[in-house]
């Protein structure tokens, strides 16, 4: 059975952060099926999707660590005209959400159409908790129109049953493995100037302070110090953010030459990501999920690290090689020393490696859509059965 599924987010669809490549991968693959899917987003000029409806304009803020943009009020008329238009079987609203549009799209929806919530953040600090706590508060009528909840894990369900006072069914974000795959390989391997295989390093995130971009140099001047790594290692560090002249200006001071590419495309992420013997993610928290990682196993990197935060913990279902603590006066020299182990043990980077590809099956986006499928089947069941 093909449904119209409408997502709906308070967001922008114009860059491609977690939560809006968790909707688009997973919307590619429900349209893939023969489902009509549509995006009720906030404002948004150059959409990667169609059939994408724009239902406010937005104002930037800070939170959870982040900028981000959060919804003006809604035009009701517009909501109301674009749900008779569409008439959706499934409004799947991504949580938390604002009042002023995701909100009153809930409170306008059809009373036989299904309403699924994900939920993709985690408590990164005090502050966050509060400030959830009453967003879920303003949020208790919407809230009830809500049929089934999911969470994109065990620490995003905390946060769901911490603020919204419901328990989540645990769906993982998708990723389109089989698309990474054949980028990559269309890409080939990487080689030095000089045709060697010269080991290389990958940071890929934003520079702030959370993402641990200080982190992946502090492990390097300690590598460089204690002569940890072989000759011709080398280090790419993409992405764009407030500490990235910080972390340029630190690295002209190495012996290690150390690039930064600035922002990479989606479309070249899984290249880069190949070319890693070790991809290292050293977030210290505020992820309730890891799909970076899943990026980085499925583009072919020889070894994922990842900072043991509970959602990359959560992620890679705790495997203590790949996992190093992202606090402490050691910090630096055990990730320097993992890495330098990724690149002299073949046979422990092999190992690492196998059971790192074989967490992919369980977040491919192909069972993530079947598992959601079985969810918008309740969701409709609970709507036309009531």
Known sequence: M???????????????????????????ELSRRGHDV?????????????????????VMVRANGNRMRIPLPANRQLIARTLAEGDFDILHVQAPYSPFMAGRVLRAAAPD????????????????AIGGLALGAINTHTHR???EVIAVSDVAARYAAIT??????????????????????????????????APHIVFLGRFVKRKGADIVLDAIEYGEQHRLFPAGTHVTMAGKGPLLEECKHRAASFT????????????????????????????????????????????GATVTLAGDNPGYHSTLLGDTDALFPVR?????RILAER????????????????????????????????????????????????
């Open 256 to 299: 290690t030459p150390v690039s930064f590419p600035g922002f990479i495309e989606e479309s070249a992420k899984p290249a880069l990501l190949r070319s890693a013997d070790v991809a290292v993610f050293p977030a210290t928290g505020g992820e309730s999920f890891g799909i970076v990682l899943l990026e980085a196993i499925a583009s």
């Open 339 to 386: 890495i330098a182990r990724a690149i002299d043990d073949a046979a422990w980077a092999k190992q690492v490696h196998t059971r790192e590809e074989l967490l992919l099956d369980r977040y491919d986006v192909r069972t993530i859509a079947d598992q959601v499928e079985q969810v918008y089947a309740q969701a409709i069941a609970k709507r036309r059965t009531a």
């Open 164 to 197: 919204a006072h419901t328990t989540a069914r645990v769906i993982a974000n998708p990723v389109d493995v089989r698309m990474m795959r054949e980028r990559a390989s269309a890409a080939g391997t990487s080689e030095s100037d000089d045709g060697s295989m």
């Open 2 to 28: 093909s449904y119209r599924i409408a997502f709906v987010f308070d967001d922008t669809l114009d860059v491609l952060d977690g939560v809006q490549q968790h909707i688009v991968t997973l919307g590619k």
């Open 38 to 58: 549509h995006y009720l987003v906030g404002q948004t000029e150059h959409s990667p999707v169609p059939h994408t409806h724009v239902m406010s304009r937005n």
């Open 113 to 128: 159409t299904g309403v699924v919530a994900t939920y993709h953040i985690a408590v990164s600090d005090p502050f966050s």
């Open 145 to 147: 129109r809500i049929d």
């Open 328 to 332: 402490g006066r050691d910090t630096a």
